[in-house]
T-cell receptor
Framework: KNQVEQSPQSLIILEGKNCTLQ??????????LRWYKQDTGRGPVSLTI?????NTKSNGRYTATLDADTKQSSLHITASQLSDSASYIC?????????????FGKGTKLSVKP | DAGVTQSPTHLIKTRGQQVTLRCSPK?????VSWYQQALGQGPQFIFQ???????QRGNFPDRFSGHQFPNYSSELNVNALLLGDSALYLC??????????????FGPGTRLTVL
């Protein structure tokens, strides 16, 4: 069964600290993996997208890694800010060019405290 | 350049009623996907429209139907509403011409509450 599991479910950190969110997937075949940031009650916003051949991609203070062999990905946030408080969703595309076959994780809820 | 827009932002209905949600894709996009997101859960794929036809469908009953217009905008219709249909409904647009590195752009969502 195609699944995307994220950990931890929730996380509280102090402003300025770094954190790493995890994503494990069992989706096959694999096309690409995306990380989205979703503020409460809003639509998700794309942070990164990585294909099979990419193992790291950065977007400002966000750095995503991908290990296609172990089917694991991580999202590292550096020098966290209060505005980073949101849910971070890992999404795996299960077929090449198939935009509908997106498997969503349940997300990690990050709270950044002053 | 307008992003993905959805209307209305909030909606309250009672059980058994019907509802229509609307979505306008980002400029240059021709594909629209609809998702249902229950509180505390990740989005669940409902269906995707391209060239005015339903191209793919998730595991949702026939009470959920949709339409895409020639200008690529789309509607999601839900009949015989149930309490469990209460959720945030997200619309996402993308370009069929971009496959390997495409990114779906999400709208702000419509919050549907069924009483």
């Amino acid at each position: 069964k195609n699944q995307v599991e994220q950990s931890p479910q929730s996380l509280i950190i102090l402003e300025g600290k770094n954190c790493t969110l995890q994503c494990n997937y069992t989706v096959s075949p694999f096309s690409n993996l995306r990380w989205y940031k979703q503020d409460t009650g809003r639509g998700p916003v794309s942070l990164t997208i990585m294909t099979f051949s990419e193992n790291t991609k950065s977007n400002g203070r966000y750095t995503a890694t991908l290990d296609a062999d172990t089917k694991q990905s991580s999202l590292h946030i550096t020098a966290s800010q209060l505005s980073d408080s949101a849910s971070y969703i890992c999404v795996v595309s299960g077929s090449e060019g198939s935009q509908g076959n997106l498997i969503f994780g349940k997300g990690t809820k990050l709270s950044v405290k002053p | 350049d307008a992003g993905v827009t959805q209307s209305p932002t909030h909606l309250i209905k009672t059980r058994g009623q019907q509802v229509t949600l609307r979505c306008s894709p980002k400029s240059g996009h021709d594909t629209v996907s609809w998702y249902q997101q229950a509180l505390g859960q990740g989005p669940q794929f409902i269906f995707q429209y391209y060239e005015e036809e339903e191209r793919q469908r998730g595991n949702f009953p026939d009470r959920f139907s949709g339409h895409q217009f020639p200008n690529y905008s789309s509607e999601l219709n839900v009949n015989a509403l149930l309490l469990g249909d209460s959720a945030l409904y997200l619309c996402a647009s993308s370009s069929a011409a971009q496959t390997y590195t495409d990114t779906q752009y999400f709208g702000p969502g419509t919050r549907l509450t069924v009483l």
